[in-house]
């Protein structure tokens, strides 16, 4: 059974940074693509980054609006996937969820992240 856990979210002010990981727990394949999405209050949940699975190859993509300030990782082994956040502003405040296969796959419960002005 697939288990995604987030964590790492919290509050901080612009120009902040935050880590996130997400631990997986189950089986994945090299067609399950693992990403990052976020959810902001009163909008729709938004792609923010995604790369291949684990211990698999392909491209890394990231959302325009993140990009040059996000990165996304996976460490193999531990099967946990990152996302490095970098000069955060307040347009990143959102729930941030991980997921394995898209839309359609599975995902985590979500990790707050909160950026103060």
């Known amino acids: 059974q697939m288990q995604l856990v987030e964590n790492g979210g919290g509050s901080v002010q612009t120009g902040g940074s935050l880590k996130l990981s997400c631990a997986v727990t189950?089986?994945?394949?090299?067609?399950?693509?693992l990403g990052w999405y976020r959810q902001a209050p009163g909008k729709e949940r938004e792609f923010v980054a995604a790369?291949?699975?684990?211990?698999?190859?392909?491209?890394?993509v990231y959302a325009d609006s993140v990009r040059d300030r996000f990165t996304i990782s996976r460490a193999h082994a531990e099967n946990i996937l990152y996302l490095q956040m970098t000069i955060l502003n307040p347009a990143d405040t959102a729930i941030y969820y991980c997921?394995?296969?898209?839309?359609?796959?599975?995902w985590g419960r979500g990790t707050q992240v909160t950026v103060s002005s």
């Open positions: 189950g089986r994945t394949t090299c067609t399950d693509r």
């Open positions: 790369l291949p699975g684990f211990w698999c190859s392909g491209a890394t």
């Open positions: 997921s394995i296969g898209g839309t359609s796959g599975f």
